[in-house]
């Protein structure tokens, strides 16, 4: 099970930012930890995902972060951009990759077995 992708809000300069998580905020603001310690700790990509919305991260920042993954981003973007539930925009985002890959695949299947696409 994935976390749960953080609600999504403007902040007052315009800048669409995932609703930082105030405790967590808190804790880095105060010093305990820096972003430099918390790079170098070993925990997987999905926490790593999390963290980064728990803090307040801008949208299109999130998406340049090497270990975010597409599904998540785009997942997000579609929540705010188009209001969609979490489960669905994750779900238009896996059939939307589906589709792509099958297009993708088309021509090269076709040739594997010497039929014209469209008989495929």
Known sequence: ???????LEKDKC???RFRA???????LDDGFFDMN???RWDVSNEDR?????????SLSGFGDLSYVDDETYSA???????????????LEYLQELVSSVRDKMREGVAELFEKHPDDL
Do not use: S
């Not at 099970?1 to 609600?7: G, T, V």
């Not at 998580?21 to 804790?27: A, D, R, S």
């Not at 995902?49 to 991260?57: E, N, P, V």
């Open 37 to 39: 310690q918390i790079a």
């Open 49 to 57: 995902m999390q963290f980064a919305q728990l803090i307040g991260y």
């Open 1 to 7: 099970m994935k976390h749960p992708i953080q609600p």
């Open 76 to 90: 997000a973007d579609k929540m705010f951009t188009e209001k969609k539930d979490e489960q669905i925009a994750r």
């Open 21 to 27: 998580n105030k405790i967590v905020q808190k804790l």
């Open 14 to 16: 315009g800048v669409v």
